[in-house]
């Protein structure tokens, strides 16, 4: 019997494809093959005369397997140039551009088609190049950098997609040398403990403490000390179709800075807070207690946008930076990592030297895993409206809908936040449905979802919910605290700006009777979410009962939604007797408004799971004397 198991082998693979093909032929699609066509023509020559063959087309993509290394780099220099030489001779309507990538991997040989890792490193490499140009990985570059006369600029190790692959740039005529995101570089601890060995044994040996005396001043950087909020985009054409986008835009930016770690960045649920408002600067930023704030203004014309930023320096109220980006419509996701990195470059710029490099290494590629595809990206817009409006009204089917939202997005394209918005939605449907296969599908769409982008904060703290909220809801048992921490520490590692899990941290704790340690976290929480309000702030009534200060359990349980009987508590302790019963009542009405049946105190004693055993029983000792005065007085 013949053997059928797949035929591997050693490829050198070469993947190109047309810069900005979609919006091209949204544009003018007849003249798009035309040029397509002309181009294709180029190709197919070249990789004859270099002896390789074409092995698949797809669209505008290119995929080629040649005998050696040294062939398919020529080829694709041959390429390029032939390519520019087109360009500069025709109308601007006719030109396209293309990048290259060149990968020497193992292939699985299925018919003519090649498969497998050695493909998909070519694609990502090819990806990885600039308009122009083209990038090979490291194999190819030690195979041929002694073989011919070219310029080659190492680029190190890259993270595309899930993909960890050294890169190495061809340098071409026009096109300039990049410096990029640098990733997986040596720990912050690992270059404080250096920097700081070197600057002890210089001082010792050379008498040189003159280094040291900007340490005070740029230490904040360091120590991520530094505190930035970035404020809604005005939406400055005022058209409403674009209000989601441009609020998308503006979180994107804040988690893009939040994430290079060094800054402490103002939460969205505060920023969002002074969308539209007329308050100076100046003045938001004391109330913030920030040191700089970005805003901006997002303007539509027709196809194009032009997106405006500022920076502010709150102690000077002074302009320190002021940027324009003009761009297509379909094009402008890009801008969001472009706007984060000018930023975060901007904000660093002031300190210089050590510091200033300190914090460009340890930039992450941070716009990984983000949308780029528009048409999926105005359906996770769509998705996460239905999952906020969804805690208003209509909860199951809004819920639903946001799932089906999400499917759709993720048919199109992968990207974080869609399996972010997918794991949340199903876990909310297993939460509210008790039905077990909501809790099945968010675990496997958040696996997913994080073998996709291992940086995924948004989907840590999904996973956090789901084992502290639904694992012992479907398989009956406790909750494990070190395992539930650790899914919100490893959320705030990849954001450390991320109030949600501090919050969450803080009710963990409260939960498990750990009240200076919950304290602490929600003391974090607020720092970066001072304006807190709706569900945040239960967490936060919860922790101060459990350390029993009552006085700032009253504070957030105010604030917040559904934290009447918080309130009652509080009130009652601190010797608001009638406040205390006007607050339980107003939870009286709120529990038949929401369950259509009467409240007794029976009903109490489902609030078992919200806390520890000692912990409920004072709970709900407290809350019986204030049922029994309740019931007593007068019914208005």
């Known amino acids: 019997m013949a053997d059928s198991s797949p035929r591997r082998k050693l490829a050198v693979i070469l993947a190109t494809d047309v810069v900005g093909y979609s919006t091209k032929m949204e544009e003018n699609e007849d003249q798009t093959l035309k040029n397509l066509k002309a181009c294709r023509n180029i190709i197919d020559l070249l990789v004859d005369e270099h002896h390789g063959r074409i092995f698949n087309t797809a669209g505008d993509s290119v995929l080629a397997e040649f005998p050696s290394a040294v062939e398919a780099v020529f080829c694709a220099r041959e390429f390029q140039d032939s390519i520019r030489e087109r360009n500069n001779s025709v109308e601007e309507a006719e030109r396209l551009e293309f990048r290259v990538g060149i990968n020497m991997g193992d292939v699985v040989v299925e018919g003519d088609n090649l498969l497998g ?107 991520g000390d530094l505190s930035v909020v970035v ?86 109220g002074k302009m320190v930076w002021d940027q324009t980006y003009n761009e297509k419509f379909v094009k402008s996701l890009r ?9 975060v470059s901007h904000l660093t710029n002031k300190y210089g030297g050590f510091w200033a490099t300190l914090v460009e290494q340890e930039i992450p590629d941070i716009g990984f895993g983000q949308s780029e595809n528009m048409d999926a990206h105005q359906l996770i817009l769509m998705g996460w409206r239905e999952f906020y409006t969804s805690f208003a009204n209509d909860t199951v089917n809004r819920l639903l809908r946001a799932v089906d939202l999400g499917k759709q997005s993720l048919e199109m394209e992968e990207a974080t936040e869609t399996y972010g918005l997918l794991a949340y939605s199903y876990g909310r449907l297993a939460g509210i449905t008790k039905e077990r296969k909501y809790f099945e599908e968010a675990l496997a769409i958040a696996e997913k979802g994080l073998n996709f982008d291992p940086s995924a904060d948004l989907i840590y703290r999904a996973m956090g919910y789901a ?79 459990v350390v029993r200060d009552f006085k ?55 609030r078992k799971h919200f806390l520890v055993e000692k912990e409920n029983a004072e709970f709900l000792r407290r809350l019986k004397v204030i049922y029994d005065a309740w019931a007593l007085a007068p019914q208005s």
Not at 558 to 574: D, H, M, S, T, V
Not at 595 to 602: I, M, S
């Open 335 to 343: 801008l969001q990592q472009e706007i984060a990195l000018n930023v």
């Open 467 to 545: 084992e502290f909220d639904l694992r012992p809801l479907f398989e009956k048992v406790d909750p494990d605290l070190q395992t539930i921490l650790g899914l919100y520490d490893k959320s705030i590692q990849y954001n450390p700006s991320d109030s949600n899990s501090y919050t969450w941290k803080a009710l963990i704790y409260a939960k498990f009777g750990q009240g200076e340690k919950a304290v602490k976290s929600a003391k974090r929480a607020l720092e970066l979410s001072p304006k807190m309000q709706g569900w945040e702030c239960w967490p936060y009534a919860f922790t101060y009962f």
């Open 117 to 223: 890792e050695g493909v998909n490193v070519a694609s990502r490499l090819e990806a990885l190049a600039q308009v122009g140009g083209i990038c090979v990985s490291k194999n190819v570059h030690e195979a041929v950098h002694n073989k011919m006369e070219m310029e080659f600029h190492d680029l190190g190790r890259q993270k595309v997609k899930n993909t960890i692959l050294h890169a190495v740039d061809i340098s071409l005529e026009g096109i300039s040398r990049r410096k990029p995101p640098q990733t997986h570089k040596q720990s912050s601890a690992a270059k404080l403990a250096i920097f700081a060995a070197s600057v002890v044994l210089m001082a010792a040996g050379a008498g040189i403490y003159a280094l040291i005396p900007k340490f005070d001043e740029e230490k904040r950087v360091l120590f």
């Open 552 to 606: 700032n359990m009253l504070i957030f349980s105010k604030k917040g939604r559904n934290c009447e009987e918080f309130a009652a508590i509080a009130a009652y302790e601190l010797g608001q007797k009638e406040a205390s019963l006007q607050l339980f009542s107003e939870h009286v009405k709120g529990y038949k408004k929401q369950y259509k049946e009467d409240y007794t105190f029976d009903v109490l004693k489902n």
């Open 231 to 316: 404020l809604p985009l005005k939406n400055v054409s005022g058209d409403q179709k674009d209000g989601a986008f441009v609020n998308g835009l503006s979180n994107s930016i804040r988690t893009l800075v939040a994430k290079t770690k060094r800054f402490s960045v103002i939460s969205q649920t505060t920023s969002s807070a002074y969308k539209n408002s007329q308050k100076p600067l100046k003045e938001i930023a004391e109330e913030l207690n920030v040191d700089y704030l970005i805003e901006g203004g997002f303007q539509r014309l027709g196809e194009d946008i032009s997106i405006n930023v500022v920076m502010v320096e709150a102690k000077t």
